[in-house]
């Protein structure tokens, strides 16, 4: 069974550019997440999909990120404008019933 | 809001050796918990899922206990190995829905 598939891996942009993240989730799983973790953090929760629809995005700074899942299986995750405290590594996670499996992540550099 | 602890934030240990790593949450209404570890520039592996109604899990070497009343969990390693060396983080799910709050995780280090 293939896992959590994330692109790009790495991406280094200059405060203010635009980005966008990838996420193929594990075949079968409708619940998809994006994580942010800091370095030396745990993940924080950006947001979570039920198939295409958003279950929880409290904690998503919508003045500039954004994510999407349109039909229910892929999702990106972009931010417009980067500040340099997005710097960061974005992991994706998908589950079934309850348990939740991660793909390897994107590390992004803000300069 | 739940807030999950985790101490030692570092840990260091020969070869051989037992260990304990700990962790602790504000909410006791949980759904459940799960330790992952964590290699440097790698995304989460799971390594044991506790639902609330259970006690522990066991998978090889690791044991993880859950008592959801004091608001615990641990994760024991026995006879520790360099290839242990990693973050190992733990997680709770809240009853409301299936969001993980993580802790800040123990960096693990297993001198050869």
């Known amino acids: 069974e293939a896992g959590v598939a994330q692109s790009p891996r790495y991406k280094i942009i200059e405060k203010r550019q635009s980005v966008a993240f990838w996420c193929n989730p594990i075949?079968?799983?409708?619940?998809l997440y994006w994580y942010q973790q800091i370095l030396g953090q745990g993940p924080k929760l950006l947001i979570q999909?039920?198939?295409?629809?958003?279950?929880?995005d409290s904690q998503l700074p919508k003045d500039r990120f954004s994510a999407e899942r349109l039909k229910g299986v892929d999702s990106t995750l972009k931010i417009q404008p980067a500040k340099l405290e997005d710097s960061a590594v974005y992991l994706c996670?998908?589950?079934?019933?309850?348990?939740?499996?991660f793909g390897p992540g994107t590390r992004l550099t803000v300069l | 809001k739940q807030e999950v602890t985790q101490i030692p934030a570092a840990l260091s240990v020969p070869e051989g050796e037992n260990l304990v790593l700990n962790c602790s949450f504000t909410?006791?209404?949980?759904?459940?918990l799960q330790w992952f570890r964590q290699d440097p520039g790698k995304g989460l592996t799971s390594l044991l899922l506790?639902?609330?109604?259970?006690r522990e899990q066991t998978s090889g070497r690791l044991n993880a206990s859950l008592d959801k009343s004091s608001g615990r969990s641990t994760l024991y390693i026995a006879a520790s190995q360099p290839g242990d060396s990693a973050t190992y983080l733990c997680?709770?799910?809240?009853?409301?829905?299936?969001?993980?709050?993580f802790g800040g995780g123990t960096r693990l280090m297993v001198k050869p």
């Open positions: 996670a998908s589950s079934l019933y309850g348990e939740q499996f």
């Open positions: 075949s079968g799983h409708a619940t």
């Open positions: 999909f039920q198939n295409n629809g958003v279950v929880d």
């Open positions: 909410d006791s209404a949980i759904y459940n």
């Open positions: 506790i639902q609330s109604s259970q």
């Open positions: 997680a709770v799910t809240g009853n409301a829905g299936n969001m993980l709050t």
